[in-house]
């Protein structure tokens, strides 16, 4: 080989990393070239995570990779990503790639399209409580609510228990899951399963009904109890009353605190549960006349809503008031993390963001995003366990599971088909429960 030819080549591959080195730099810090355009443009990301993992990423319909992934080098552009896992239902959305910014998903939760379900050996009910434990349930009909039917899984025992022949309204277990508390209009049982005993609860007043009892959170034999207008605190063991307030329209227990609405005007006050350290937290009474029912909801954050009559507040603490959110309402929900709040209405889901969230999607404090809206009533809806990204809620055919990331669609997933379902969530076991044409099933969730 020649001197020149050789002195050739050398220039050669001298121009060659001239050129080439600053595309790999260019490359390496996330720049591309648009062909199209023919000018050089800054590239974005993707992260993808989803439960389960391994799950396929597809990009405009191309695999890409396997769940959890980061996916550079893309081009500013909208993309169609799905996620795609065999036994499950796929996860499709349209995102947006920006330069220098890196698109993420990280609560994508893919829903099996044939869950595994149990069939529970109770009688025939469209109704049930299950206890904290998980070990008992009660069940009922709801054309046959004189009959409450008793089973215990431990010891494979059932047992019945007769009340009045009236819709049940309200059903709590004792935090030892050893008696329950049955209201059915006025009139309220207690039922102790060690004994196996059914009492009806009187009225202190033959004139004042019982509206509502709560148990004490310490206590298996203590309750309150909302007597006409009078809130008491009982020990039922010893038969001990004890006052706590007046003029009480509607109370709650929680985080060892009492909350209660004092009429007139509704204003809300929190005490300890011996009804010392009374606190007036709202300043402004409720612009409401002759509320009928009222639900006050609290976070685990100490945060307070409150549905009167279908209409929605949500407490303001630093104003000390209730603001008006919405109308049509029936229930709401905090999230497990506190940091958002499910309201439902006849066929509607809305959350509301508590909290600023920064991670993606980012929502602003008090930002409100429709969820579900439907043809058809909704008939209970819950925050799914796994996170507090996603729920499950009841139609009259089906129980469904929604996401609540509303940028392009909401993934949305028929996960179980049944008629009428009656559900509740159990932290322990893990596992739904719902009822299908009188029949009780359990359901894996996580």
Same mark, same amino acid.
């Given at each position: 080989m020649s001197h020149i030819i050789r002195r050739l080549i050398f220039y050669g591959f001298c121009l060659l990393f001239v050129i080439i080195t600053?595309?790999?730099?260019?490359?390496?810090?996330?720049?591309?070239?648009?062909?199209?355009? *023919?000018?050089?443009?800054?590239?974005?990301?993707?992260?993808?995570?989803?439960?389960?993992?391994?799950?396929?990423?597809?990009?405009?319909?191309?695999?890409?990779?396997?769940?959890?992934?980061?996916?550079?080098?893309?081009?500013?552009?909208?993309?169609?990503?799905?996620?795609?896992?065999?036994?499950?239902?796929?996860?499709?959305?349209?995102?947006?790639?920006?330069?220098?910014?890196?698109? /993420?998903?990280?609560?994508?939760?893919?829903?099996?399209? =044939?869950?595994?379900? /149990?069939?529970?050996?109770?009688?025939?009910?469209?109704?049930? *409580?299950?206890?904290?434990?998980?070990?008992?349930?009660?069940?009922?009909? *709801?054309?046959?609510?004189?009959?409450?039917?008793?089973?215990?899984?431990?010891?494979?025992?059932?047992?019945?228990?007769?009340?009045?022949?009236?819709?049940?309204?309200?059903?709590?277990? =004792?935090?030892?899951?050893? *008696?329950?508390?049955?209201?059915?209009?006025?009139?309220?049982?207690?039922?102790?399963?060690?004994?196996?005993?059914?009492?009806?609860?009187? =009225?202190?007043?033959?004139?004042?009904?019982?509206n509502k009892i709560i148990w004490h959170p310490s206590g298996n034999n203590k309750i309150f109890f909302l007597q006409g207008t009078t809130l008491f605190q009982q020990d039922l063991s010893s038969n001990t009353l004890v006052k706590i307030s007046d003029n009480i329209f509607d109370f709650t227990i929680a985080n060892n605190s009492l909350f209660y609405l004092k009429e007139p005007g509704y204003f809300l006050y929190s005490t300890n549960l011996t009804g010392e350290n009374i606190k007036q937290l709202t300043i402004r009474p409720i612009l409401q006349n002759n509320i009928k029912k009222t639900n006050l909801v609290i976070g685990p954050n100490g945060q307070i809503a409150l549905v009167a009559d279908n209409l929605f507040y949500l407490y303001k603490r630093d104003d000390r008031i209730f603001e008006i959110i919405q109308n049509d309402i029936h229930d709401a929900f905090f999230s497990p993390d506190g940091k958002k709040l499910l309201i439902m209405?006849?066929?509607?889901?809305?959350?509301?963001?508590?909290?600023?969230?920064?991670?993606?999607?980012?929502?602003?404090?008090?930002?409100?995003?429709?969820?579900?809206?439907?043809?058809?009533?909704?008939?209970?809806?819950?925050?799914?366990?796994?996170?507090? =990204?996603?729920?499950?809620?009841?139609?009259?055919?089906?129980?469904?599971?929604a996401e609540i990331d509303n940028r392009d669609n909401i993934n949305l997933s028929d996960f179980i088909n049944a008629q009428n379902p009656w559900i509740q969530y159990i932290a322990k076991t893990k596992k739904l429960y719902f009822t299908d044409q009188q029949k009780l099933f359990n359901v894996k969730l996580n």
């Open positions: 600053p595309c790999i730099l260019l490359y390496a810090q996330g720049y591309g070239f648009d062909w199209q355009k *023919k000018t050089v443009i800054q590239t974005g990301a993707l992260y993808i995570k989803s439960q389960p993992k391994n799950a396929t990423v597809l990009i405009d319909g191309k695999i890409i990779e396997k769940t959890p992934c980061l996916i550079k080098h893309l081009k500013p552009n909208q993309y169609t990503i799905t996620v795609k896992l065999n036994g499950y239902h796929s996860w499709q959305k349209t995102l947006k790639i920006d330069s220098n910014l890196v698109t /993420e998903a990280r609560e994508i939760l893919l829903t099996p399209q =044939s869950p595994i379900l /149990e069939l529970l050996p109770i009688l025939p009910s469209n109704r049930f *409580k299950l206890s904290d434990n998980s070990q008992q349930i009660i069940s009922w009909q *709801k054309n046959q609510p004189d009959t409450i039917d008793y089973f215990d899984f431990n010891q494979y025992q059932q047992k019945q228990f007769k009340t009045a022949n009236a819709t049940i309204d309200q059903f709590n277990w =004792s935090p030892d899951d050893k *008696k329950i508390l049955i209201q059915q209009k006025d009139t309220w049982f207690l039922i102790d399963l060690t004994n196996q005993k059914t009492t009806q609860l009187t =009225s202190q007043n033959p004139n004042q009904s019982i209405g006849s066929n509607e889901i809305w959350v509301i963001y508590l909290d600023k969230q920064t991670s993606q999607p980012q929502k602003e404090i008090g930002q409100k995003d429709l969820i579900v809206r439907l043809g058809q009533p909704i008939l209970q809806v819950i925050w799914h366990p796994a996170d507090s =990204s996603h729920i499950i809620f009841t139609t009259q055919d089906a129980i469904k599971i």
